[in-house]
């Protein structure tokens, strides 16, 4: 009795340790934003193939007598491949020869009567009809000498089709025809003759691979790409796109594109038939800033990703809302009502509302390039906004900006006082944004081409100021300055400069930059929501383009939900089991009953 007490003790001692241990906090592991390099690759499996596969074919008929050439052997143009059996074509030859023999003799006689007939028919000894005809039969003779020496010519080079040479240097691939074979010639028979060998460069080969139609898009010729076969895993064969095949090959309801990437082959070790995988690197980021991909999520998650790390969600929504200028363009990101607008960035090409009016977009977003509101009805494009392409612009138009403002103070002024107000947070964009278009006009230059002239000066304007003597940080339709703090203390993203830069819409490079959400911690141990600028990723990592300094830590919110997970289906099995819970207190109720984790 006195055991069985003893092990009711342990026992319960156990579980409230174990209850102790699940009741810990949840760890959050945090990592740095730092540089990085990033690559954005395509990964197809590919086949090796030749370049140039060459079919050896003869002109003549006959058995093979020698062939001294086997699978694998590496020829020169001019060595044998083939030798034919030439007896009846050496019997043509000697026959063409002595032709060619008795037709010089012919001539040589009807020369000597030719002129012994021109001796007599000038003494008037013989007719002019007897002269004439020993000038036709020396014409005959000669005539004989040029179809007889035709005659030994086509026999000579049939005799010489008898030997089978290598037309250029390669390998041979594929030997069908053996010694002692009888083969047709290529030239003189309907099936276009018997194929001796096939051969081919093989120090230059290529990979075929098949793309698939979402990753073709990032595949052009000349770039870059790795191919590494099955017989060689530690080894990287490099290449470049030779090009793409335009018709598509379709596999199990998939889409895919062959793309051809060239390869060094000079040591031999790549063969015709090697199945590997091939990687074509369609972007590369050198020393970007960056971060896990793990540690990124959408706008919209805001608020389940806060209760996550223990903070309230609706406190971390309406902070970001409040950042963002009241929540004009994000409204509907962090899980309110429907009336909420998405954002107008990448992927969500439609800046308009549901009355037909432009959307309102915040000046001043941490991480977030200002959005300019579209003029004009639906299908009109955007005048300077987030996503518009920037036009190619030459150094003509660009001074001609500062040569227009020079002509037009007054205007310039006021361009450069519109573009002021515009940052402010409280401001009213649409109408400012139609006087500092009219402003444009009145200046007479595209507000596009400032943008674009700003944008290739670098760095978000010229040396020493904004193209055209605007504000230095000033961007067209008076978006914020590069730099600078937004409200409530959160920070600006810079344009420009590090991080690989924005052009408008887009970072340099095909990819569309992007925003995203992460949590920053602070000194004080805290969590700083921030939504971020993004730019290419790879499986890894993200660059980022603003709204994070260097070395800040963020949360890598995977983990934290793995943990919350198991942690949830630890309550969800004990309140079944009527066992202590560790979040919701020992007892408490069915499922669901727990208290959030963290709070």
Known sequence: MKRQSLALLVLLGLAAACGKKEEAAITIRTAPAERRTIVVSAEATGVIEPINVVEVKSRSSGQVTEMPVETGSLVRAGDLIVQLDT?????????????????????????????????????????????????????????????????????????????????????????????????????????????????????????????????????????????????????????????????????????????????????????????????????????????????????????????????????????????????????????????????????????????????QVPVSTPGYVDLLPQQGGQGGGRQGGFGAPLPEVTDAQCKAIQTARQSKPAAAKKVDDLSAKMRDPNADRQTLMADLRAAYTELGVDMNVVRACRMREGNGGAPGGAPGGAPAGATQGGARPTGGAAPNGASRMPMGGGNGGITGARTSGRSMSRSGLVFVKKEDGSWDPRVVRLGIADYDYTEVIGGLEEGEQVALLSAVALQVQRQQNNDRMKAMTGGASPLGGAGAGGPGGGRPPGR
Do not use: H, W
């Not at 230059?204 to 099955?230: P, S």
């Not at 980021?285 to 793990?294: G, K, Q, S």
């Open 87 to 359: 007896r009846d074509v050496q019997n043509g030859y000697d026959q063409a020869k002595a032709d060619l023999d008795a037709a010089e003799k012919r001539l040589e006689v009807s020369s000597i009567q030719k002129k012994r007939s021109d001796e007599l028919f000038a003494a008037k000894i013989i007719t002019a009809q007897e002269n004439e005809t020993a000038q036709l039969d020396y014409t005959n003779a000669a005539t004989a000498i040029v179809r007889t020496r035709a005659a030994l010519d086509l026999a000579q080079q049939r005799l010489d089709d008898a030997r089978v040479t290598a037309p250029v240097l390669g390998t041979i691939i594929e030997k069908p025809v053996a010694l002692g074979q009888v083969i047709q010639s290529g030239t003189s028979t309907a099936g276009g003759g018997t194929t001796i060998v096939k051969m081919a460069d093989l120090t230059k080969v290529r990979a075929r691979a098949l793309v698939n139609e979402t990753d073709i898009g990032g595949v052009r010729a000349g770039l870059e790409a790795t191919v590494i076969v099955d017989a060689f895993p530690d080894r990287t064969f490099r290449g470049t796109v030779e090009k793409i095949e335009p018709q598509a090959v379709v596999q199990q309801n998939v889409t895919m594109f062959p793309v051809l990437v060239s390869l060094e082959n000079r040591d031999g070790s790549l063969m015709p038939g090697m199945n590997g995988e091939v990687a074509i690197v369609s972007e590369r980021r050198e020393n970007v800033l960056a971060i896990p991909n793990e540690s990124i999520r959408s706008v919209r998650e805001a608020a389940a990703t806060a209760t996550m790390l223990g903070l309230n969600g609706d406190s971390v929504a309406a902070k970001l809302r409040e950042s963002m200028g009241g929540g004009g363009g994000f409204g509907g990101g962090f899980g309110g009502g429907n009336g909420g607008a998405r954002p107008a960035g990448p992927g969500n090409n439609n800046s308009m509302g549901t009355n037909g009016r432009p959307r």
